[in-house]
């Protein structure tokens, strides 16, 4: 039976990433460190090819995407872009801490959404529904393989919500630059609305090997900590708008 494959890389490192900001739809470059740091990983390792490039419209993704792919003309999809923070956007945890808004956000962030932001639970469904779309395009056209270059948050909602082996949402943080290949197979897809995730992306590097990836994935597990208390990550699994998601 075809199965159809998806290769997701959350775009390289910027500026307010390194300094634990809340950008969401702020449209960051990428910083200079990584412009560097992703195209010594594109020269190290091998990114996976397809035919068709679904990518978040924000420079940040649209610049990872020519760097690694620099022969390709990107499909863009305002969907898929990061969580909007409203009016923390570029602000950090320790600047909002003593906003009582920001508070009541971090306990219930999926129903309570940033001043002129956008809740978890409207993140997650609009991230959901261009998802969605993107693969019944790709089942209805018989495209089997693509790549989508997007944001930590939606790659963490997307495959929190379908992927298989199923965990949650801060067990598939990812670092700058890096991502997982899915593999759909399409009666199953229809029937369960799950998808099988079977690779790290590159697919030859080891993380742990590497200390500047293994450092900045330590900085983004820090950063949840600090945002929704030590320990607790894991049961804040849909208030996915955190600043080093982004």
């Not at 610049?63 to 872009?81: D, F, G, M």
């Not at 983004?220 to 990550?233: H, I, L, N």
């Amino acid at each position: 039976m075809k199965s159809y494959q998806i290769h997701f890389i959350r775009h390289g490192a910027t500026a307010a990433n390194r300094e634990g900001r809340y950008v969401g739809v702020t449209d960051t470059p990428l910083s200079q460190e990584g412009i560097g740091k992703l195209e010594d990983m594109n020269r190290r390792y091998s990114y996976p090819g397809a035919p068709v490039f679904y990518v978040s419209p924000l420079k940040r993704c649209v610049e990872t995407c020519k760097i690694i792919y620099p022969q390709v003309t990107p499909i863009l999809v305002p969907a898929l872009s990061e969580c909007n923070f409203g009016e923390w956007e570029g602000k950090t945890a320790e600047e909002l801490k003593e906003d009582p808004k920001f508070q009541q956000w971090l306990e219930n962030g999926q129903k309570t959404a940033p001043p002129g932001g956008e809740s978890g639970e409207d993140f997650t469904i609009r991230v959901l529904n261009a998802f969605d779309k993107l693969v019944e395009g790709m089942l209805r056209t018989g495209t089997t393989q693509a790549v989508v270059v997007t944001h930590g948050g939606v790659i963490m909602t997307i495959l929190s919500a379908y992927g298989i082996p199923k965990a949650g949402f801060y067990d598939w943080i990812v670092g700058n630059g890096c991502g997982y290949s899915v593999r759909i197979t399409p009666g199953l897809w229809m029937r369960d609305k799950v998808m099988e995730v079977y690779a790290k992306v590159p697919k030859d590097l080891d993380e742990e090997q590497d200390g500047d990836l293994k450092y900045i994935r330590n900085i983004v597990r820090e950063a949840a900590d600090r945002a929704y208390g030590t320990g607790e990550t894991g049961k804040k699994s849909l208030t996915n708008c955190s600043e080093d998601y982004s």
